[in-house]
């Protein structure tokens, strides 16, 4: 059986916490199938920034992440190299520097980005998006 390696957005961490209808229940579904295979989420600390600034606070983002056991669980790190990218790549593809780091941050540790934010279809080029039903 193949490792599956996914970096999860923000809005699909928030799917499960807010219990988001049937979005909410798709993403449980993969969350479990990753469980069951032994596959790994990663996130980082943009996540988590993500996160507080609409409002979370540090223990409900413990809380947010605590849904993936911590076996299944792994953080990346940031480098200044992929901050400087990102910028530059906003600048030139019209989009948030937060998405283009996501980006950065899943093309180089090769993972899978999930999210079901559109503007992640200008970076394409960088890392192919995909929904959470995409892999049930």
């Known amino acids: 059986m193949t490792e599956n390696q996914f970096y999860w957005d923000a809005n699909i961490w928030l799917d499960i916490y807010e ?3 049937h979005n909410g229940e798709l993403t ?9 295979e032994d596959d790994l989420i990663f996130y980082s600390d943009l996540v ?8 979370y606070s540090q223990m409900q983002i413990s809380e947010i992440l605590s849904v993936a056991k911590p076996g299944h669980l792994k953080k990346v790190p940031i480098s200044k190299k992929q901050v400087a990218e990102a ?19 899943a093309r180089d ?3 899978q980005m999930i999210t ?3 503007d992640f279809q200008r970076l394409k080029h960088i890392t192919r998006p995909k929904l959470p039903e995409d892999f049930l």
């Not at 988590?48 to 409002?55: I, N």
């Open 109 to 111: 540790n090769q993972l």
């Open 19 to 21: 219990k988001r209808g």
């Open 116 to 118: 079901r934010d559109a």
């Open 48 to 55: 988590v920034a993500e996160l507080f600034k609409v409002g």
């Open 87 to 105: 910028m530059k790549i906003a600048r030139m593809w019209s989009t948030a520097r937060a998405d283009a780091l996501h980006a950065i941050l």
């Open 28 to 36: 449980k579904q993969l969350l479990r199938k990753i469980i069951m």
